[in-house]
C-alpha cells in the first residue's frame, strides 16, 4: 500500500502532461489554420499537421520512446514559428481602417491626423462610397470629460466599449480600439486568438463610429454613460490614448482577443501600478457599465444600475438624428447626467 500515493501521483502527472501535449496540438492546429502564410494552403498544412501528430501519439502509446520527442518538437517548431510572425501597418486595408491616427503634441496645442468621418447610408454601411479622413486641432486645457458607449451585436455578454472625449468649443472625439481587417477579411472569434488582425486606435467624430453602429448595422445596440472623472485625470487618459496611438502608427500590434483587444489593450496603456483592480468584466465586457456603476465611474443622478442601463439606450435618438449635424448633441438628450 505505500506504493499506492506514489502511482497515484504518477498517473496524476501522466495525465496533467497529456492534457498539456493534447492542448499544446490543438493551440499549433489553429495557429497554422489562422496563420499559415499561404492563406490558400493553410487547411491543407494543418490538417497534414494534424494527421502527423496523431501518428506520433499512436506511436507513443505503441511504446516508441522516439516518438514522445516528436509530439514535443513538432508544436515547439509550430510556436517558435508563429512567435517570429510581425504585425504589419502596409496591407491592403479596407477603406475604414486604412488609415492609422497619429498626433503632434505642442504644449496645450494637439493636432491630430486621420480622424474619421465617414458617411454612412443604408446601402453602403461600410462608407466606401463617402470616405472622409480629417485633420483636427483641439486644446488639451479645453478638455471637459469622457462619456462611454457600449455597443452590443448580438450577444449580451460581450460588448465594444467607445469612450468619447469632450471638449468646450468643439465636438467630440471618439476613439474605438479594433481590429484591423483587410480587404475580403471578416472577424473571427476563434481567429482572434492567433496572429489573424493587426490592432487599430479610429479616432473618429461620433457621427461616424458611433451612428454607423446605432442606424446602419443591423441588430446593434448602443448604450450612453458620463464617467464621474476630475478634468486632470481625463486629460491623463487622453493623453495615455495619444502615446498609444502614436506608438501604433509607428509599430504595430497584434490583435489578441484576449490579450490585446478593445478593453484589455486600454488597460495595459496605464502603468501596472496605476492600473484598476482586475474584473472579469473587463475580459467579459458585456456588465463592463456593471462594473463602472459599482465602482462609482458613472453619474447616475441616484438611479438603480438595471434603470440607469435602460434610460443609456440611444438606438431611437440616434437614428431621429441621423443626418443632423447636431447628431451628438440629440443622443445626449435626456440620458442621465447630461
Known sequence: MAGFPKRLLRIACALL????????????????????????????????????????LFLVARGHWWASLGVVMLPALVTFWWL?????????????????????????????????????????KSGEKNPRWETRTIRLSHLTGI??????????????????FQFEGAPPLAISVETRKERGESYS????????????YIVADERDVIRVRSNYRDGEDVYLYRISMPRAEVRERFLEY?????????????????????????????????????DFRILLNGNIDEMFYQRGLLVTEGLPFPELRRRA??????????????????????????
Open 189 to 200: 472569434a476563434l481567429g482572434g486568438l492567433y496572429r489573424q488582425f493587426e490592432l487599430i
Open 84 to 124: 517570429l510572425l510581425e504585425p504589419n501597418n502596409d496591407r491592403d486595408w479596407q477603406t475604414d481602417v486604412s488609415r492609422t491616427p497619429w498626433a503632434e503634441v505642442n504644449g496645450d496645442i494637439i493636432t491630430i491626423h486621420n480622424v474619421r468621418n465617414f458617411d454612412y447610408r443604408p446601402d453602403d
Open 242 to 278: 495619444i502615446r498609444a496611438m502614436n506608438e501604433l502608427n509607428e509599430h504595430p500590434r497584434w490583435y489578441n482577443a484576449i490579450t490585446a483587444n478593445c478593453t484589455t489593450a486600454v488597460r495595459s496603456q496605464r502603468s501596472i501600478a496605476a492600473r484598476n483592480p482586475w
Open 17 to 56: 502532461l497529456g492534457v498539456v501535449i493534447l492542448g499544446w496540438g490543438a493551440w499549433s492546429f489553429g495557429a497554422l489554420w489562422f496563420d499559415c502564410p499561404v492563406a490558400s494552403s493553410s487547411h491543407a498544412v494543418a490538417f497534414t499537421y494534424l494527421g502527423l501528430f496523431f501518428v506520433l
Open 313 to 338: 439606450h440611444i438606438n431611437a435618438a440616434a437614428k431621429a438624428a441621423d443626418q443632423d449635424p447636431e447628431f451628438s448633441q440629440r443622443i445626449r438628450s435626456g440620458i442621465p447626467g447630461f
Open 147 to 164: 462619456d462611454a458607449f457600449l455597443n452590443f451585436w448580438g450577444v449580451s455578454w460581450m460588448a465594444h466599449p467607445i469612450l468619447s
